[in-house]
């Protein structure tokens, strides 16, 4: 294991535990619903900016930043999830190494409003990561090489900005989980997925413990600061 993988691994958090199901011990379940605290976290504890880039008209992108010197990192967010979820990496790795950070709500996630929300294509999104960055840093002068980093959906909406030579000054891609074709073979069960997903929550507490307890996150605090930008109110 080299130093920067010891490195990361001493700031992983602790996994949660997963809540017994029915059949487990009654008293075991409640003591963890006691261990774990669900109140959401706004994201400045975490970010420097929250701004809402309008790329063109009727086109408006959430945009969270953090840093202002060396390179930008652009993190993409999977989809059904929000630029929120990046907020502890962002501040972990900013801690780590001198770099500038950004974070955007896709197309149709988040607090991020289009003409079209509907339009998910590959290209759409990948044309909106450029808009974005470029709308982000107007001045040509102050635009920094930038790595873009994407997870799930996130990644393959990366890899087609970068095939299509969508953003300048492209330094370098990085894909998180994603494999097209175990992809493929998980869409047949996607229906199922969904269907267990709430279509409400009594409040955003209840979500982010829904959050946490469905396996969605193991990370409670990442889910304090990240489901206040996966729910409509």
């Not at 500038?100 to 149709?108: H, K, P």
Request: include cysteine; aromatic fraction near 8%.
């Amino acid at each position: 294991m080299s130093d920067l993988q010891k490195a990361l691994h001493k700031k992983l958090p602790p996994v949660i535990p997963v809540a017994a199901g029915a059949g487990g011990r009654r008293g075991s379940g409640s003591g963890r619903r006691r261990r774990y605290e669900y109140t959401p976290v706004s994201w400045d504890k975490y970010w420097e900016k929250c701004e809402d880039i309008e790329v063109s008209e009727g086109d408006v992108f959430r945009v969270y930043r953090k840093g202002s010197t060396g390179p930008l990192l652009c993190l993409l967010h999977g989809g059904g999830y929000s630029a929120l979820t990046w907020s502890l990496f962002a501040e972990s790795v900013t801690d780590m190494v001198e770099c500038q950070v950004m974070a955007f709500d896709q197309r149709g996630h988040g607090d991020t409003c289009t003409t079209d929300d509907t339009d998910l294509s590959a290209d759409t999104l990948a044309k909106d990561v450029g808009r974005v960055i470029e709308a982000t840093f107007e001045d040509k002068d102050t635009h920094p090489p930038c790595v873009l980093i994407g997870h799930s959906m996130g990644g393959a909406v990366g890899v087609h900005t970068a095939y299509n030579q969508y953003i300048t000054d492209l330094a370098g891609l990085v894909v998180i989980d994603v494999v097209e074709g175990t992809a493929m073979d998980a869409l047949s069960s996607m229906q199922s997925f969904l269907r267990g997903r709430p279509q409400h929550f009594n409040s955003l507490q209840n979500a982010i413990e829904w959050g946490v307890r469905s396996g969605q996150t193991r990370n409670a605090e990442a889910a304090r600061v990240s489901m206040p930008g996966q729910v409509k109110k």
